[in-house]
């Protein structure tokens, strides 16, 4: 039962940023068919499709409140980072599979560095050394400890065997492996007591099912052909600003695939709901890891490229050390402004160090 209170439809603010997004990608299109710069078209479809990420993000909210906890999970880890899927899948088809792998490390990197360092600053900012569940904190560290073997375990290998033809084999092989433990850890997240609903979740819901899943299946779309726009300026772009494609990959696309869900855990933080804040931020990153990267591998198979779970030394350093570092607070319990600018300022590193890469 969800509750007595009956959906009210779109809000003011709802209409706005509707109107706003709507008008983003109509200017971005316009750019592509008038064949202006490069570099206009993709930071277009780049801001269109940041815009998309969100209104997907609050569809797929809508959606769960409507029809339920469980399916709110469900919703929220096939749909939490479709922009960052739909970008990786376009550009392994273009033959961008650097871009593409790049993109699947700097949206790691953008979670546990970016998003967990910007909710615990602000949180201990504005309210202090705060307390978070150490128990679950802890699964989503270890989980994210696998993940990272999952990726680097394969580099490894290559490094070992540089004359081995076996890398993609590995890769294939593992992938399987990350999606059958991505699919369990989604199983125990929806069999979890903290799946269930509290008397305050109950009757939510501020749109109808059919208006939720319209607005869900209408954002999905649009992402899908802005993100076509945005894979196919990649290189113009690139060629045009001098700007590398490790950094493209790496930072660029993550934000603009991950902007909302980036703003959501801010707010949160600074709401105090840090729990929720450090899950948005873990289970974005786990998505990304597991499920992201493996899905990448199989869309090789699919396009007729060679993709790989085979990363330079560089990224696999900083993904190891985001991975410890996240692991050490989310097993302490607690947290403050201090750990929020650590990890923040290693996310800066990366920045310096992939804009020379």
Sequence with gaps: MLGTHAPVGLTRRDTIVF???TALAAIAVVFWAADVSPVLVFAGAGVAVAGL????????????????????????????????LIIVVLAIRAGLVDVAKASIIGSVLGNMLLILGASLFVSGFRHGRQSFEPKLAGVNAAMLGLAAASIGLPTLFAATHPQDTGA????????????????????????????????????????????????????????????????????????????????????????????????????LAWLNQLDFAMG???????????????????????TGQSVTLVFTALEIALLVAASVIAGFVALSGTAN??????????????????WYA
């Design 19 to 21: 109107v706003s997004v």
């Design 53 to 84: 990420a969100w209104v997907l993000g609050v569809a797929t909210e809508e959606t769960g409140e409507v029809a339920g906890p469980r399916l709110s999970a469900l919703l929220n880890a096939t749909f939490g980072n479709a922009a960052e």
């Design 168 to 267: 993609l084999g590995v890769s294939e092989g593992i992938a399987v492996i990350m999606l059958v433990v991505y699919a369990a850890y989604i199983y125990a997240s929806l069999r979890s007591p903290s799946a269930q609903p509290t008397p305050e979740q109950r009757g939510t819901a501020r749109w109808s099912l059919r208006l939720s899943m319209t607005v869900l299946a209408l954002s999905a779309l649009g992402t899908g052909f802005l993100s076509e726009i945005l894979v196919e300026a990649i290189e113009p772009t690139i060629r045009e600003t001098g700007i590398s494609r490790v950094f493209i990959g790496l930072i660029v696309i993550p934000l603009i695939g991950n902007i909302a869900e980036h703003l959501a855990a801010v707010r």
């Design 280 to 302: 948005i931020a873990f289970n974005s990153a786990l998505q990304v890891a597991l499920a992201v990267s493996a899905i990448a591998v199989f869309a090789g198979v699919f």
């Design 337 to 354: 402004w201090i750990e929020g600018v650590q990890l923040l300022s290693l996310y800066v590193i990366a920045g310096i160090l992939f």
